[in-house]
């Protein structure tokens, strides 16, 4: 893989991702909007694996921000061998919620990973190997808000993009986890204890099976046994049943690890 690109990386599944692949001696560029964070985390990467850690700040709702992480990623110098889209954004209700908040979530989950996967792909297939893994979640297959809708758009633009990087050397995958425990749901006022234990999964756990199926080639990544068949009877499921399972709970009792967390949460 060489260098990681990862965004949302000072926190969650991110900052996991950033120490499983320095560890295993990649080098890494941290995408965050917290430079002081990314700083720390910089440090404490080159001196535990002793490779080297880019810095790089951005706040992907911003679009010239979007923007000097992809002239990044077109870098030929040092190349970047895998992009993981890894950043989201705490959201509510839609109805009577902040539609800017709905707007920036859009920004950071949809519109960035596009513009970075073109980047990335464009530049990987040059060389002719590579690897995007885009995080997706199970809530894909609901009907949580625009949340859910985003993440549907994230598992099916990669699938499409796989499709259409095969026979390149470039592969990408889609990784669709269930709820994980990681700072962003304390960040986000999320009740613990509303939840049953077995709902949850190790961040450890989940990046290593992601990163074991982007090694395969896998296109849809969905780590632990009983989500991938909670996914698979959510997928066979009647739309409508789907639609009322999905109106019994609030959209964020269904929200993954994310790097961006709206001021309110």
């Not at 190790?202 to 992601?210: I, L, T």
């Not at 982007?214 to 698979?232: D, F, K, Q």
């Not at 959510?234 to 967390?261: M, Q, T």
């Amino acid at each position: 893989m060489g260098t990681a690109l990862i965004t949302g990386a000072s926190a969650g599944l991110g900052l996991e991702f950033a120490w499983q692949l320095a560890t295993a001696r990649h080098d890494v560029v941290l995408v965050a909007r917290d430079e002081q964070r990314l700083q720390r985390l910089a440090g404490q990467l080159n001196a535990a694996a002793g490779v080297r850690a880019e810095v790089l700040p951005a706040d992907l709702s911003v679009r010239a921000d979007v923007e000097r992480v992809a002239d990044r990623l077109r870098e030929g110098e040092r190349p970047v061998g895998l992009l993981v889209n890894n950043a989201g954004h705490g959201i509510g209700r839609f109805v009577q919620g902040d539609l800017a908040a709905h707007e920036t979530a859009l920004d950071v989950m949809v519109r960035a990973v596009m513009v970075l996967s073109h980047a990335a792909a464009g530049a990987m297939v040059e060389r002719g190997r590579g690897a995007i893994l885009n995080v997706s979640s199970v809530a894909a297959l609901t009907a949580g808000g625009t949340y859910s809708a985003a993440k549907a758009w994230v598992r099916v633009f990669t699938e499409a993009l796989a499709v259409e990087l095969k026979g390149t050397g470039v592969t990408a995958t889609a990784l669709c986890p269930g709820l994980v425990h990681t700072e962003f749901h304390e960040r986000a006022g999320l009740d613990y204890d509303a939840l049953p234990e077995l709902a949850w999964l190790n961040a450890e756990q989940v990046v290593a099976a992601a990163l074991a199926d982007v090694r395969r080639g896998s296109v849809i990544s969905t780590p632990s046994l009983r989500y991938a068949i909670a996914s698979e009877v959510v997928r066979l499921l009647p739309r409508a049943a789907v639609r009322a399972l999905s109106g019994e709970r609030r959209l964020r009792d269904v929200e993954v690890d994310a790097d961006e967390v709206p001021a309110d949460a």
